[in-house]
């Protein structure tokens, strides 16, 4: 089992970064696929940006490929996004997830573990 933290969200100006990390407790991050989804008010929870377990493979949702970037550090047991280039629609609470599936996963359900979420706000 592993335990998923969120932290680094918070308000942005339109046009500002953001950094969301996600830490993992246990000893077996390395086995685990993740990815962050996000949420905004009255929506469906949608697929963000996926890291695979060795770190070698990454795949975004179209609304925000070559604005954010997914990574992850297995000596911290950790996995970030890096938010550029922010817009009012980028408005969310942002959840990293941990998944066992060897593929490339987009959809909520196939994922194992969540984390509580960390709210991002960008005004414009």
């Known amino acids: 089992q592993v335990q998923l933290v969120e932290s680094g ?11 969301l990390s996600c830490a993992a407790s246990g000893r077996t991050f ?29 795949y975004y949702a179209d609304s925000v490929r070559g604005r954010f970037t997914i990574s992850r550090d297995g000596a911290k047991n950790t996995v970030y996004l890096q938010m550029n280039s922010l817009k009012p629609e980028d408005t969310a609470v942002y959840y990293c997830a941990a998944s066992t599936k060897a593929t490339i996963a987009t959809v ?11 709210q ?3 005004s414009s």
Do not use: K, N
């Open 30 to 58: 390395s086995s685990y696929a993740m990815s962050w989804f996000r949420q905004a008010p009255g929506q469906e929870r949608e697929f963000v940006a996926y890291i695979s377990r060795s770190g070698g493979m990454t």
């Open 120 to 122: 991002v706000t960008v």
């Open 108 to 118: 909520a359900r196939l994922y194992d573990y969540w984390g509580q979420g960390t």
């Open 9 to 19: 969200g918070g308000l942005v100006q339109a046009g500002g970064s953001l950094r």
